[in-house]
C-alpha cells in the first residue's frame, strides 16, 4: 500500500491578515527558486520565483526573500484570502538540468 | 488557461494492468518534460526527467522497467506503469518546459490499483 503520509506543518490565518511561509532549502549551490500553490487533487500552480542573485521579488500581493546565508526562503502573501486556502511548496533548482527538489510544503487554511 | 494537459485524471484498475499516462505542452515546445509522484500530504518527488528525442534519466531507486516514459515529441510525453499492482497507486504528476517558459504542472493523475 501507499506510504504513511507526513502530516503538513499548517498555518491558519484570518482572512484579511498576511501570510508568511517558510522553507528551508538544501544545496547552497542552488541558482533559482519557485513557490508554487497545490490545491487539493491538482498539480502545482506557479505563483513567483527568485534567482540567486536577488533577494527579494515581488508579485501580485505576494513577496518572496531570499537568505542564501541560511538558506532560507519565504512567501508573503497580502490580505490573504479564502481562494488563498491550499498547501505551499517551495522548490529549488540545483543545476542545468532544470530537475527541481520540493519541500515538504505547508498548507495554509484562511479563516473566513 | 492550462498550459500542460495530463490525461487521464483518474484510473482505477486491477492489479497486472498496465497504464499509459499522457502528458501535453498545449502552447509551447516542451524540450523537457518531468514526471514526479505524490503520495498524501507529502511533497512531489522527482522520478524521471524527459529530453524529446533521448532516453529517460530516472532518479535513483526509480525503476525504468517499471515506469515507461516516452518523449517522442515537443508536445508530448507518456509514462506507462507497466503491471501495476497497490503499491503503485499514487498520484502522477508531469510538468514541462521549454524555451523561457518555467515548469508548468499538470493537473495528475489519480492512479488507484485494486
Known amino acids: 500500500g501507499e506510504s504513511v503520509g507526513l502530516h503538513l506543518p499548517t498555518l491558519s490565518v484570518q482572512e484579511g491578515d498576511n501570510s508568511i511561509i517558510n522553507c528551508a532549502y538544501s544545496?547552497?549551490?542552488?541558482?533559482?527558486f519557485i513557490w508554487y500553490k497545490q490545491e487539493s487533487g491538482k498539480g502545482p500552480q506557479f505563483i513567483i520565483d527568485i534567482r540567486s542573485n536577488m533577494d527579494k521579488r515581488q508579485g501580485q500581493r505576494v513577496t518572496v526573500l531570499l537568505n542564501k546565508t541560511v538558506k532560507h526562503l519565504s512567501l508573503q502573501i497580502a490580505a490573504t484570502q479564502p481562494g488563498d486556502s491550499a498547501v505551499y511548496f517551495c522548490?529549488?533548482?540545483?543545476?542545468?538540468?532544470?530537475?527541481?527538489?520540493f519541500g515538504s510544503g505547508t498548507r495554509l487554511l484562511v479563516r473566513p | 488557461g492550462a498550459v500542460v494537459s495530463q490525461h487521464p485524471s483518474r484510473v482505477i484498475c486491477k492489479s497486472g494492468t498496465s497504464v499509459k499516462i499522457e502528458c501535453r505542452s498545449l502552447?509551447?515546445?516542451?524540450?523537457?518534460m518531468f514526471w514526479y509522484r505524490q503520495f498524501p500530504k507529502q511533497s512531489l518527488m522527482l522520478m524521471a526527467t524527459?529530453?524529446?528525442?533521448?532516453?529517460?534519466?530516472?532518479e535513483q531507486g526509480v525503476e525504468k522497467d517499471k515506469f515507461l516514459i516516452n518523449h517522442a515529441s515537443l508536445t508530448l510525453s507518456t509514462l506507462t506503469v507497466t503491471s501495476a499492482h497497490p503499491e503503485d497507486s499514487s498520484f502522477y504528476i508531469c510538468?514541462?518546459?521549454?524555451?523561457?517558459?518555467?515548469?508548468?504542472f499538470g493537473d495528475g493523475t489519480r492512479l488507484s490499483i485494486l
Open positions: 510538468s514541462a518546459r521549454g524555451g523561457n517558459q518555467p515548469q508548468h
Open positions: 502552447d509551447f515546445q516542451a524540450t523537457t
Open positions: 522548490a529549488e533548482r540545483m543545476d542545468s538540468s532544470y530537475k527541481l527538489i
Open positions: 544545496n547552497s549551490a542552488s541558482d533559482y
Open positions: 524527459s529530453n524529446e528525442g533521448s532516453k529517460a534519466t530516472y
